[in-house]
T-cell receptor, first 113, second 115 residues
Framework: QQQVKQSPQSLIVQKGGISIINCAYE??????FPWYQQFPGKGPALLIA?????SEKKEGRFTISFNKSAKQFSLHIMDSQPGDSATYFC????????????FGEGTQLTVNP | DARVTQTPRHKVTEMGQEVTMRCQPI?????VFWYRQTMMQGLELLAY????????DSGMPKDRFSAEMPDATLATLKIQPSEPRDSAVYFC?????????????FGPGTRLTVT
């Protein structure tokens, strides 16, 4: 019930391409879905987040798509740049109850120049 | 600028030794989280505190791990005795009830190696 499954484990994209990372969850009580970005030697940092009352949220080159019926959400990075190379984690939580973040397994993204 | 600080950044120790990791949350934040990150298990929540009181430590092996917040500016995670399987990066994160709960600000981590 508390799991969040993330794929792919690793992703290589050419500069300028679109990076797509997918996550699926089981617990229908989850109501907040953040994505974190982690660079080597650093802690994760909040990148973008979405609530299930909208199907898409865009911030610059980063877009989250959300499919409530399928219990899936994905991160799209448009015009991917070498500086986007990092590990990306999706997460989920029940916001109103203040519960813990449940993280996906992470995706290591490499953007080749 | 406000950030979570963690010490030490790196720690190498022998099996059986006590390890203490420290975290200074962002000033004014009242929620502190401890995470462990490994290649095999990813990011695991070990424990978290609100207003210095432990809310949940179910992710922590109780026999050897302990977490405390002696004051609002210091959180500690202790392992005694340490084992090679404890080798990981330990992150502290802080957040504020005044903001969304999910906005957790992570520190740079303590990389622990137990030989």
């Amino acid at each position: 019930q508390q799991q969040v499954k993330q794929s792919p484990q690793s992703l290589i994209v050419q500069k300028g391409g679109i990076s797509i990372i997918n996550c699926a969850y089981e617990n229908t009580a989850f109501d907040y879905f953040p994505w974190y970005q982690q660079f080597p030697g650093k802690g994760p940092a909040l990148l973008i987040a979405i609530r299930p009352d909208v199907s898409e949220k865009k911030e610059g080159r980063f877009t989250i798509s959300f499919n409530k019926s399928a219990k899936q959400f994905s991160l799209h990075i448009m015009d991917s740049q070498p500086g986007d190379s990092a590990t990306y984690f999706c997460a989920a939580t029940i916001e109103t109850s203040g519960s813990r973040l449940t993280f996906g397994e992470g995706t290591q993204l490499t953007v080749n120049p | 600028d406000a950030r979570v600080t963690q010490t030490p950044r790196h720690k190498v120790t022998e099996m059986g030794q006590e390890v203490t990791m420290r975290c200074q949350p962002i000033l004014g934040h009242n929620t502190v989280f401890w995470y462990r990150q490994t290649m095999m298990q990813g990011l695991e929540l070990l424990a978290y505190f609100r207003n210095r009181a432990p809310l949940d430590d179910s992710g922590m092996p109780k026999d050897r791990f302990s977490a405390e917040m002696p004051d609002a500016t210091l959180a500690t995670l202790k392992i005694q005795p340490s084992e090679p399987r404890d080798s990981a990066v330990y992150f502290c994160a802080s957040g504020s009830l005044l903001g969304p709960f999910h906005e957790q600000y992570f520190g740079p981590g303590t990389r622990l190696t137990v030989t």
